[in-house]
T-cell receptor
Framework: DTAVSQTPKYLVTQMGNDKSIKCEQN?????MYWYKQDSKKFLKIMFS???????INETVPNRFSPKSPDKAHLNLHINSLELGDSAVYFC?????????????FGAGSRLTVL | GQNIDQPTEMTATEGAIVQINCTYQ??????LFWYQQHAGEAPTFLSY??LDGLEEKGRFSSFLSRSKGYSYLLLKELQMKDSASYLC??????????WGAGTKLIIKP
């Protein structure tokens, strides 16, 4: 009954590899996001999808490719991993309540690139 | 550029009151959010302010002054479980969230 679930929780891999992180939400929200939280704890938006349509695509290397097969899923594929990609990646979904766009986050996926 | 400033770390005593400040400079303003993030966990929503003034929700209150670009989160009757990072985020004119780095709050018995 987890609201936003993402897998895997931990991912350790070598430079140059390709990896994917999956995200699913059962809240019925229309909008989903991928955030990156680096070692300094800043949360940075990477992508946002609304009803499977890409609406935010920040300055992210094109090695990162999101895919939304339906509005409940937003997966993140990363090609040719680099050391600087090591971070915690959070998936989130949102609904607007009384004008506030409230985010519900997944538990995070900690990616370590060696 | 856009900037959210909050103290890196604060320490308080169980049962006391603590105020965590946030100042912002953003291109436009469409609301300010506070989120709580326990170590190794996801951020969770605490409060939302879009008009000036104080919003109270149990032991937590959040204040906003748009003219000063300033907000604070007030935590009363502190409990050990309140030890966490508190993230301030502002929604700008493009309705994008700009996040601060968070304030790590340490509660001591």
């Amino acid at each position: 009954d987890t609201a936003v679930s993402q897998t895997p929780k931990y991912l350790v891999t070598q430079m140059g590899n390709d990896k994917s992180i999956k995200c699913e939400q059962n809240l019925g929200h229309d909008t989903m996001y991928w955030y990156k939280q680096d070692s300094k704890k800043f949360l940075k938006i990477m992508f946002s999808y609304n009803n499977k349509e890409l609406i935010i695509n920040e300055t992210v290397p094109n090695r990162f490719s999101p895919k939304s097969p339906d509005k409940a899923h937003l997966n993140l594929h990363i090609n040719s991993l680099e050391l600087g990609d090591s971070a915690v990646y959070f998936c989130a979904s949102s609904v607007t309540v009384s004008g506030a766009n409230v985010l519900t986050f997944g538990a995070g996926s900690r990616l370590t690139v060696l | 550029g856009q900037n959210i400033d909050q103290p890196t770390e604060m320490t308080a005593t169980e049962g006391a009151i603590v105020q965590i400040n946030c100042t912002y400079q953003t291109s436009g303003f469409n609301g300010l959010f506070w989120y709580q993030q326990h170590a190794g966990e996801a951020p969770t929503f605490l409060s939302y302010n879009v008009l000036d003034g104080l919003e109270e929700k149990g032991r937590f209150s959040s204040f906003l002054s748009r003219s000063k670009g300033y907000s604070y989160l007030l935590l009363k009757e502190l409990q050990m479980k309140d030890s966490a990072s508190y993230l301030c985020a502002v929604r700008d004119s493009n309705y994008q969230l700009i996040w601060g780095a968070g304030t790590k709050l340490i509660i001591k018995p």
